[in-house]
């Protein structure tokens, strides 16, 4: 594929303010790429080289890429930094520069994803000394043969500034369209899907006739759209037990809808995590649960383990290869008895001698790149293992969690650093409510409950674990993960950090967009709001982003990216923000919402979701009306 056909459908992606628009584009172009490039044209869409866990970084400095527009257009790195500094998008100030470019180049070829990606991985790779040189000559090659709008993204790629905001779940949405006529031929999926429809079967000629041309067209449309949902669970399905969506779009492009059944969960690759609900007593996780397992809930990283043979990886719950962070960690796991294993568990640092777990803020400073050998001396961490997913080559995900872990406890076996969460099991909301009393007492978080029954269910929430939190007295039962998708500038004392407030939203997952919950101006401390606004000033955006739903415009539109953690006093019903809003139907916002801190360990599709936000609402309204 020609580099130019992929840096025009970003164009258009940039220019829309509709998801569905943008999934059409986004559609349109898969359908263009062939099976050999259709891996990198989907990392390529989201700024990468390769999926988030294989940890591959373009990052170029703007200093080199400024060089580099330098020597492809002829003009001096002066001229070019000047216009960056007017413009603040050195994407913007490349397309300008080679629209006015001094000299033509001799050897230009029209660029191709292929020439593009592999100059992009050189220079993701190259290391050492004359490394800078050379990434800076990459990068020119590349600008030589490029045109004023390839110049836009060839620029903004290696400076990680890309920000088209396509999800993962806009890409997906776009392959259950690519696939539906593939799907409108297999039979057996044709009656699934019509037998959950409703009305007459398709089957029925006599009473099909009867029906006007009108209805026909409509029931057609119906089952079409039931046919997309369908093959997009399927995709998902996938996805949420191999987080690769190059690889996962490979192979339908070669095999179908029917490749899929051969992708598998394997030691290496991450799995999208189970979530918990949340309920707000122990009587309505009984009522809920039944006998069930209940376990402390700690504060420190969740962490996924893999090991294939002597390889071990860990990923973090956003995906990311966080291996080299966790050195007793990787040495311990050498240790359980099991020579291929994806286990999970919560790491945090423990003071063994008293028995005294640590402060989130201790167990923070383990994500780091430098000193983690010295880190890892001062303050090791434990690691608090829940739920066994694989072992030995056996998917155990559909095995009933008590089994899982009753495996896990065995492969454990004696170890220091890996050891079992602490749980007991019950049928009595008043022992669960005095094992909870006893877990907040020890400095944690609260407790999860677990249905002893259920298999493990990636990337949702579907009951098999139910948290209860500590909970303040006139506030929310949990907190709440908001996506920061806007800021106010601020006055008064606050003019001086360049923040006074933020928008914030959670995520819509059947929309995949975000939808505005609350604005939020307290919590926030003078250090707090320096950092905040240093960040988000990296990722403005001139225009509302397209996945975004708000009604109140904020100073400052900001891409979707960061996700806070806010305590509330209640959600209300509300006029202004989007979350929950539907023809007729208010929506629904936070009472007097502060934030608490940063949470990097979640990507912005991580966030609490609009669903949940409704449940919660529902819940308070039911407990309130109850005292
Ligand atoms: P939350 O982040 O508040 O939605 O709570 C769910 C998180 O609690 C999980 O993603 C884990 O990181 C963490 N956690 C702590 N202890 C446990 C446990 N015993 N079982 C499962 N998750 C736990």
Redesign the pocket.
């Known amino acids: 594929m020609k580099f130019k056909v992929l840096a025009e459908s970003f164009d258009r992606v940039e220019k829309v303010s509709k998801r569905l628009e943008m999934t059409d584009f986004l559609a349109e172009l898969f359908e263009k790429s062939n099976a050999d490039e259709i891996a990198r044209v989907i990392y390529l869409c989201q700024g990468q080289l390769a999926p988030p866990y294989k940890d591959v970084e373009i990052g170029m400095g703007e200093n080199y890429a400024e060089e580099a527009i330098a020597k492809a257009a002829g003009y001096t790195k002066a001229e070019v930094e000047k216009e960056f500094k007017k413009r603040g998008d050195l994407g913007l100030v490349a397309e300008e520069f080679l629209k006015k470019k001094k000299q033509q180049s001799l050897f230009s070829a029209e660029l191709t994803v292929e020439k593009v990606f592999k100059n992009l991985m050189k220079i993701a790779t190259t290391e050492g000394s004359g490394s800078q040189q050379l990434k800076i000559k990459l990068l020119a090659e590349l600008l030589n043969s490029a045109s004023p709008v390839e110049a836009r993204y060839l620029i903004r790629i290696p400076l990680g500034s890309l920000r088209l905001g396509i999800g993962d779940p806009t890409i997906m949405d776009a392959f259950a369209i690519n696939l539906l006529a593939e799907a409108q031929k297999d039979k057996e999926l044709v009656k699934t899907v019509e037998k959950k429809l409703k009305g007459k079967k398709s089957g029925e000629k006599n009473a099909e006739k009867k029906l006007n041309e009108k209805r026909k067209k409509k029931r057609t449309e119906e089952l079409d759209k039931k046919l997309r949902l369908a093959v997009r669970e399927k995709i998902e399905d996938k996805y949420n037990v191999h987080s690769d969506l190059g690889d996962l779009a490979e192979t339908l492009k070669r095999n179908g809808i029917k490749g899929l059944e051969k992708i598998k969960i394997e030691p290496g690759i991450p799995l999208r995590?189970t979530?918990?609900e949340?309920l707000p007593t122990a009587e309505e996780i009984i009522k809920k649960l039944g006998k069930c397992a209940v376990?402390?809930?700690?504060?420190?990283?969740?962490l996924a383990i893999h090991k294939n043979e002597t390889k071990v990886t860990i990923f973090s719950?956003r995906q990311e290869d966080v291996t080299e962070m966790f050195p007793e960690i990787v040495k311990a796991v050498k240790d359980i008895k099991a020579n291929e294993a994806i286990f999970?568990?919560?790491a945090l640092a423990f003071n063994e001698e008293t028995q005294e777990y640590c402060p989130f803020q201790i167990t923070i400073q383990r994500k780091r790149k430098y000193d983690i050998d010295k880190m890892a001396k001062e303050f090791p961490l434990t690691l608090?293992s829940?739920?066994l997913l694989y072992a030995n080559g056996k998917n155990l995900m559909g095995l009933p969690f008590k089994k899982r872990r009753e495996r896990l406890g065995k492969i454990i076996g004696k170890n220091k650093t890996i050891i079992l969460?602490d749980?007991i099991v019950t049928d009595s909301a008043k022992e669960l409510e005095e094992y909870f009393d006893k877990s907040v007492g020890k400095g944690?978080?609260g407790?999860?409950a677990?249905d002893l029954n259920a298999k493990y269910i990636a990337g949702a929430r579907k009951f098999s674990?139910i948290?209860l939190?500590r909970s303040y007295k006139g506030e929310l039962g949990?907190?709440i993960?908001t996506v920061i998708v806007g800021f106010f500038k601020g006055k008064g004392k606050r003019t001086q950090f360049g923040l006074g407030g933020l928008l914030t939203a959670v995520y819509d997952k059947k929309s995949d967009s975000f939808k505005s919950i609350a604005k939020i101006g307290t919590g926030m401390s003078e250090e707090m709001l320096e950092n905040l606004c240093k960040i988000l000033s990296k990722i403005k955006s001139e225009k509302k982003p397209a996945r975004v739903e708000s009604e109140i415009k904020p100073d400052i539109w900001v891409e979707p990216k960061y996700v806070i953690e806010v305590n509330a006093d209640e959600i209300t019903k509300s006029p202004i923000h989007t979350a929950g809003k539907a023809k007729g139907k208010e929506g629904l916002a936070l009472r007097f919402p502060r934030m608490i801190k940063l949470r990097q360990?979640?990507k912005p599709e991580q966030a609490t979701t609009v669903k949940e936000i409704e449940q919660m609402f529902k819940k308070q309204r039911h407990v309130s009306t109850g005292a």
């Not at 376990?295 to 969740?302: L, S």
């Open positions: 995590p979530l918990a949340r376990e402390a809930k700690y504060d420190g990283f969740r719950r999970e568990g919560e608090f829940f739920d969460t749980a944690l978080e407790i999860i677990k674990w948290k939190k949990d907190t993960d360990d979640k």
